[in-house]
């Protein structure tokens, strides 16, 4: 028999979070997140620092039995995704047991804005997202229904405005957003995001969009506020879209 009481790798990632708890930060986090629970409180710079140091080292040992009872721990293991580095199929697996575990915008986002990879293996990475689109589909054994969607596919959102606003996927990603079926509020903000983010890099696409879609009342006029509250885009432009409104 094993020693139940060793100290393993996972211990110390849990201490290392403790050492850095700041617990005025982590009442911010609960405000801007509060659906999340067990915050800690530690800050996303610490966080990065510590995930670097596990993907430097042996990321898939950590990730094969990391801890998910805090929301920094959650957290962490997106961001290491991030830094991984090995066959992207590999860290694309690993990638399909983590989406199951988020459960905050926050957690989402930061995964996606780190997982930089998929800017050098776009199509392996696009081809990985869409199932996540299939509503009758499977993935990890488990039926649309069972899964979190709201979430599962605001992760989908975001790695499209992150990776895929260029002329080779636009037209994609433009129809992706128009078939995101969910009333998740998290899920409807993402793809508000997604399109105002798609009118400024590409805007022409973008605005033959806004003229013919099946999108909700509630994500359109998102969508056109946050493209009004862009400061890369004309006052004249956000005059039309102004009027765009439904």
């Given at each position: 028999m094993g020693d139940t009481n060793e100290y393993t790798v996972h211990d110390l990632v849990r201490?290392?979070?403790?050492?850095?708890m700041d617990v005025e930060y982590g009442k911010f986090?609960?405000?801007?997140?509060?659906?999340?629970?067990?915050?800690?409180?530690?800050?996303?710079?610490v966080l990065r620092k510590m995930a670097k140091e596990i993907a430097s080292v042996n990321w898939k040992?950590?990730?094969?039995?990391?801890?998910?009872?805090?929301?920094?721990?959650?957290?962490?293991q997106g961001i290491v995704l991030g830094y991984a580095r090995g066959k992207i199929d590999d860290i694309l697996t690993y990638m399909g047991r983590f989406i199951p575990k988020i459960d905050d915008w926050s957690i989402c986002d930061t995964c996606c804005n780190t997982f930089k990879i998929a800017n050098q293996y776009q199509q392996e990475v696009w081809d990985f997202l869409m199932p996540y689109l299939d509503e009758q589909g499977v993935i990890d054994g488990k039926p649309a229904?069972?899964?979190?969607r709201e979430f599962e596919l605001r992760f989908v959102?975001?790695?499209?405005?992150?990776?895929?606003l260029n002329d080779a996927y636009i037209d994609k990603v433009l129809y992706a957003y128009d078939h995101m079926k969910n009333d998740g509020y998290y899920l409807k903000m993402g793809v508000a995001w997604g399109l105002a983010e798609a009118y400024v890099k590409c805007p022409e696409p973008t605005k033959v969009f806004l003229n013919n879609n099946h999108l909700d009342d509630f994500t359109f006029n998102k969508a056109i506020q946050k493209m009004q509250e862009?400061?890369?885009?004309?006052?004249?432009?956000?005059?039309?879209?102004?009027?765009m409104k439904r």
């Open positions: 201490d290392e979070l403790y050492k850095n986090t609960a405000s801007l997140s509060p659906g999340a629970g067990n915050i800690i409180g530690v800050r996303i710079p040992e950590y990730l094969d039995g990391a801890r998910d009872d805090t929301f920094e721990e959650v957290m962490l229904n069972e899964r979190n959102a975001v790695m499209m405005l992150n990776y895929y862009s400061f890369r885009i004309t006052p004249e432009e956000k005059a039309a879209l102004k009027a």
